[in-house]
T-cell receptor
């Protein structure tokens, strides 16, 4: 069964600090997809990034970067020079491919608070 | 505007009174899904549908029903709601399964007393 663990329940930083959100996953599939979603205080869920299991390249998008390592089954998310607007709950999610399993499994989320 | 809509956004009801939360998407997406979000538990999938007339259980289907008679609509039905179904519910849709990101509705906050 697929599983996603976000060990950090809450993180609090001061503006301009860098922060890394951890995500560890479990799956028996060789083909799978990993996602990060953001849920700001307003409550909507916003897609941030997708990674497939064959692409271990790290990705940078502005202040956001993602480090995907199959060897440790991790897909960590780093925010550089954090801002108050980054305050949100961040979810990591896993989707397997193939067979009849089309479920998307979310981690429990990490609440990030960026203080001015 | 491409979107997923849910109604109602807020609902307070009593135990045992049947209710339906509607979900509609205008993106011609094949895949639709329902999640519930509870403190400390994250989002858990209730049901999903890969296409019209094709639905399947997620991780927490007990006490819920769904139907997919049209591609754009995927209502969530609680035949006999109980207090443990008090939660924040999200509907989502995507082009397909696996590789595709899901687009979420704004959420429905349900309270069952």
């Amino acid at each position: 069964a697929q599983k996603v663990t976000q060990a950090q329940t809450e993180i609090s930083v001061v503006e301009k600090e860098d922060v890394t959100l951890d995500c560890v996953y479990e799956t028996r599939d060789t083909t799978y997809y990993l996602f990060w979603y953001k849920q700001p205080p307003s409550g909507e869920l916003v897609f941030l990034i997708r990674r497939n299991s064959f692409d271990e390249q790290n990705e940078i998008s502005g202040r956001y970067s993602w480090n995907f390592q199959k060897s440790t089954s991790s897909f960590n998310f780093t925010i550089t020079a954090s801002q108050v607007v980054d305050s949100a709950v961040y979810f990591c999610a896993l989707s397997e491919s193939g067979g009849s399993n089309y479920k998307l499994t979310f981690g429990k989320g990490t609440l990030l608070t960026v203080n001015p | 505007e491409a979107q997923v809509t849910q109604n109602p956004r807020y609902l307070i009801t009593v135990t045992g009174k049947k209710l339906t939360v509607t979900c509609s998407q205008n993106m011609n997406h094949e895949y639709m899904s329902w999640y519930r979000q509870d403190p400390g538990l994250g989002l858990r999938q209730i049901y999903y549908s890969m296409n019209v007339e094709v639905t399947d259980k997620g991780d927490v289907p007990e006490g819920y029903k769904v139907s997919r008679k049209e591609k754009r609509n995927f209502p969530l039905i609680l035949e006999s709601p109980s207090p443990n179904q008090t939660s924040l519910y999200f509907c989502a849709s995507s082009i397909g399964t696996g590789a595709y990101e899901q687009y979420f509705g704004p959420g429905t906050r349900l309270t069952v007393t």
